[in-house]
């Protein structure tokens, strides 16, 4: 089941009042900083709670630019595609939080 414009507008509304370096859970992804929030709906052109493939270049661009590691693993080969295909588990063109949680997770368990 996606998110809609109305978690996108909750998680919003509980980052707001977080300091920068603070964190929440967000359904299906689990404990997230505000940056990650941030980036997510900056790069969630459409509001549909969810990243197309052109959504997640933007997405991973700004993580990288916050110095996210694995994002600027990505960005520095890039892998976008790549990574892309390892984020969509489930192959509907698509990349949720929890999707995105699951993979960053398992690059970093890799070693990477």
């Known amino acids: 089941m996606r998110q809609g414009l109305s978690s ?3 998680v919003l509304a509980l980052c707001s009042a977080l300091p920068a370096g603070a ?3 967000v359904p299906g ?3 997230v900083s505000r ?3 941030d980036a997510f709906v900056s790069a969630d052109a459409n509001r549909d709670g969810v990243l ?3 959504e997640f270049r933007v997405f991973v661009r700004l993580m990288a630019a916050s ?3 694995t994002a600027v693993t990505i960005r520095t080969f890039g892998a976008y595609r790549l990574a892309f295909r390892r984020v969509d588990a ?3 063109g698509l990349a949720s939080p ?3 949680r699951r993979a960053d997770d398992g690059f970093r368990a890799e070693g990477g």
Request: hydrophobic residues 40%; charged residues 15%; negative net charge.
């Open 8 to 10: 996108v507008t909750l």
């Open 23 to 25: 964190q929440t859970v």
């Open 29 to 31: 992804a689990g404990a």
């Open 35 to 37: 940056g990650e929030v």
């Open 52 to 54: 197309n493939f052109a």
């Open 67 to 69: 110095g996210q590691s």
């Open 90 to 92: 489930n192959r509907d």
């Open 98 to 100: 929890g999707e995105l």
